[in-house]
């Protein structure tokens, strides 16, 4: 099954949150609050119903901060994704 965004809605896929101690020691963040880093899985086509355009400033591949409550969680085939307005993104990391 693919997940397909409308408008200017666009995919991610939430990066996952580790810590590495002073020894070298990889914590799982398990009990850490949700990071708002991720990766653009795909991106709607940036037209809106009423036939405005919008440009879609980020691509499949990129890696970006989304504001802390934005999007709507989706579970597709085992896998977790955000479904966010490209609004809601606030930075792309390089």
Avoid: H, N
């Amino acid at each position: 099954m693919k997940l397909v965004p409308l408008g200017d809605r666009v995919v991610l896929k939430q990066l996952v949150a580790e810590e590495t101690t002073k020894s070298g020691i990889v914590l799982p963040g398990q009990t850490k609050e949700k990071p708002q880093e991720a990766e653009v899985v795909a991106v709607g086509p940036g037209i809106l119903p009423d036939g405005k355009e919008i440009k879609m400033c980020v691509k499949a591949g990129d890696k970006v901060i989304y504001t802390k409550y934005a999007g709507t969680e989706v579970k597709m085939d085992g896998e977790e994704y955000i479904l966010v307005k490209q609004s809601d993104i606030l930075a792309i990391v390089e």
